[in-house]
């Protein structure tokens, strides 16, 4: 499910783990009680897609600070690798229940 980090499910669920989670201008990942940002969370939705993308999974024998890195870089330029919206997309009606 996808829930945007001002929303009340993202402060009842982050806010006792991560208190300062909205400070994190990055992606948040939460599973079964733990909090993943970052690279460990990008990997973590990788392995919850299963086939292609898990094949990324040996990348977390990486050092994180070497894949935090890598995701920076790739994240302060998403707009050159994807499209750039002036608002976020409305998603199709088909997945409304993916979104708290």
Known sequence: MFSPLEGEEAQKKLLPLLPNY??????VFYDEGKVYLRSDAA???????GFPFLLLSPG???PQNLRDSVYRWVANRRYKF???????????????????
Do not use: M, S
């Open 22 to 27: 909205i400070e994190e201008d990055t992606i």
């Open 43 to 49: 990997l973590q939705i990788f392995n919850h897609l």
């Open 60 to 62: 977390k024998i990486i």
């Open 82 to 100: 994807g499209a750039r919206y002036d608002a976020c997309p409305v998603p199709p009606a088909e997945w409304k229940n993916r979104f708290i």
